[in-house]
């Protein structure tokens, strides 16, 4: 893929992960982690080549049929992307919002998952008076929130300390128990170690077997 | 920092900021757009009104140049005009105007003529009209003929062509002036609209990326434009009618001129303002926000 008529991004990427499976996707910086996952997440179109999701070739579909899939992917944004205007709360509901979900059916759910992220005393907060940390729990809570199919996460612990991240790993880790398909975008090798999970590794937009793991191709 | 926070009272909050519904700006332009609209409503209307009451009185009246003839004295061609009018069916009263009435018409070209006892001044005589079933011009003219009288009849044809052409230009006018300020009340909407999405990119691209369909996103912009707008046309309609009343009352019953005649009952056509307003930015916003989204 590539940005405009920017230089290709990504080349020559064809891979296929079974719905299930947990990824990492690393390399560094500039490798095209957060390419890759835009366009899992259709936030990008390939320049060539088409993406595949839930066993439908979303790249030729027509544009009014991509919410619908869009609402079946949980993304936890590099930038985050929390609204500011918005409280905790309130970003982390508009998923199962716009999905249409009534008040009454989620709010408990809300409040629950807000807690277990370790915000239940700061739901009414407006994410600019949160703490750095703070601020990737609640997208990592707005991505979860609708129980994806699918939940790509782009740098998710980038922002945390080491208990606080092997926190939000076991959050993936459980996740991914109950069914989710999870591809993290990192930079923590340490988590990648630990993990024990295939790997997708980039360098300069080319993906690279790693060793000792070969990422399911 | 404690919270007693209550997810049973929580209600979801606009996925728009509040304060941006707020625009003065925008309030006060699409208001200005409103208040001419109205006026130009108003206007049509009076004009109209105008020139029925012009028309109506000249349908109602002729007027019959009499030349005199032969040996008669003006005075008694006009008396005999006058009567051989009176006897046509449609013709409710005829009646010959005394000499000065004539010198009076004719002054302004020739001056005083006054003195002047034997100038062949021709004579008029004023005809009124039934106006259930006035008499045709060919019927006074038979019946002058008849008489063996020299007579011209003037039955305002002409007049009331030219009042009834301007009040057509008077009507079209203010439709042409209507369309161009909901064309502008429109476009300044889109502006608007643009500058929104614009400003609130990272509500759009949130909303987009979450799963909101194209309609969802551009029907947030579409409620919010929709709503100053209808405000906007409340005050501008508020404002033309306050015109109006004020026309009115100054004017008394005639309205401020015998030229620009506002009944009470003209008011009312600012009423539908507010919702032609909010009809005019929901679809400028929507189309807008529509075509915007899809080039995310
Ligand atoms: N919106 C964009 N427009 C143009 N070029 C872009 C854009 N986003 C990324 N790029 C370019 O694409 C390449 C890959 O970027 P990408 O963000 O995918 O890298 P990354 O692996 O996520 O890096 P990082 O670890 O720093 O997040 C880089 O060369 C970058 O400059
Ligand atoms: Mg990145």
Redesign the interface.
């Known amino acids: 893929m590539r940005y405009g008529r920017g230089p290709e991004v990504l080349s020559d990427i064809s891979l296929s992960l079974p719905r299930g499976s947990f990824h990492f996707v690393t390399g560094s910086s500039g490798a095209g982690k957060s390419s890759l996952l835009k366009l899992i997440?259709?936030?990008a179109r390939p320049s060539s080549g088409g993406v595949r999701l839930f066993g439908q070739d979303v790249t030729s579909m027509p544009?009014?049929d991509l919410?619908?899939?869009?609402?079946r992917?949980g993304?936890v944004?590099q930038d985050l992307?929390l609204?500011?205007?918005?409280?905790a709360?309130?970003n982390t509901?508009?998923?199962l919002?716009?999905?249409g979900h009534k008040?009454s059916e989620y709010?408990?759910d809300?409040?629950e998952l807000l807690a277990w992220v370790g915000l239940g005393?700061?739901?009414?907060?407006l994410p600019p008076t949160l703490a750095g940390g703070e601020k990737q729990r609640l997208a990592i809570a707005r991505a979860v929130v609708n129980r994806p199919e699918i939940l790509l996460a782009d740098e998710p612990t980038g922002n945390v300390d080491h208990d606080m991240s092997m926190r939000i790993y076991r959050l993936f880790v459980e996740l991914n128990r109950l069914g989710t398909t999870v591809i993290i975008a990192t930079h923590d090798q340490d988590l990648v170690a630990r993990s024990g999970r295939p790997v997708l590794h980039l360098d300069k937009g080319r993906l690279k077997p790693v060793a000792p793991k070969a990422p399911a191709a | 920092?404690?919270?007693s926070?209550d997810?049973?009272r929580?209600?979801?909050?606009p996925?728009l900021?509040q304060d941006d519904a707020r625009d003065p700006a925008l309030l006060f332009v699409v208001a200005v757009l409103c208040f001419l609209a109205c006026l130009a409503a108003l206007g049509a209307l009076a004009g109209d009104r105008a020139a029925h009451g012009w028309s109506g009185q000249l349908l109602g009246e002729a007027t019959v140049i009499v030349r005199p003839r032969g040996g008669e004295t003006p005075d008694a061609a006009a008396a005999r005009a006058a009567e051989a009018l009176a006897a046509v069916p449609g013709v409710s009263e005829a009646r010959a105007l005394e000499r000065e009435k004539a010198y009076d018409l004719i002054r302004p070209w020739l001056g005083d003529v006054s003195d002047l006892e034997d100038l062949p001044v021709p004579r008029l005589v004023s005809v009124s009209l039934d106006a259930k079933a006035p008499a045709t011009a060919a019927q006074l003219d038979k019946a002058l003929k008849g008489q063996g009288l020299d007579a011209v009849v003037d039955d305002h044809t002409r007049w009331i062509k030219d009042i009834r052409r301007a009040a057509d230009v008077v009507r079209a006018t203010a439709a042409v002036v209507f369309l161009l300020v909901a064309a502008a009340a429109g476009a300044v909407v889109a502006f608007a609209t643009r500058a929104g999405l614009a400003a609130r990119r990272?509500?759009v691209?949130?909303?987009h990326?979450?799963?909101?369909?194209?309609g969802?996103i551009a029907g947030l912009f579409e409620l919010r434009f929709a709503r100053i707008a209808a405000v906007a046309g409340g005050i501008g309609a508020l404002g033309a009618a306050g015109l109006g009343a004020l026309l009115r009352l100054i004017g008394g019953g005639q309205g401020v001129t015998p030229a620009l005649p506002v009944a009470w009952l003209d008011l009312l056509v600012v009423l539908p303002c507010p919702l032609l307003a909010a009809l005019v930015a929901a679809v400028a916003a929507r189309l807008t926000a529509r075509r915007l989204i899809?080039g995310l």
């Open positions: 997440y259709l936030a544009a009014s919410p619908h899939i869009r609402r992917i993304v944004f992307l609204l500011d205007h918005l409280s709360f309130d509901a508009l998923p919002r716009i999905a008040a709010r408990n809300v409040a005393g700061r739901m009414q907060a | 920092m404690s919270e926070f997810p049973a929580w209600r979801p909050a996925f900021p990272d509500v691209e949130v909303l990326l979450t799963g909101a369909e194209d969802q899809k």
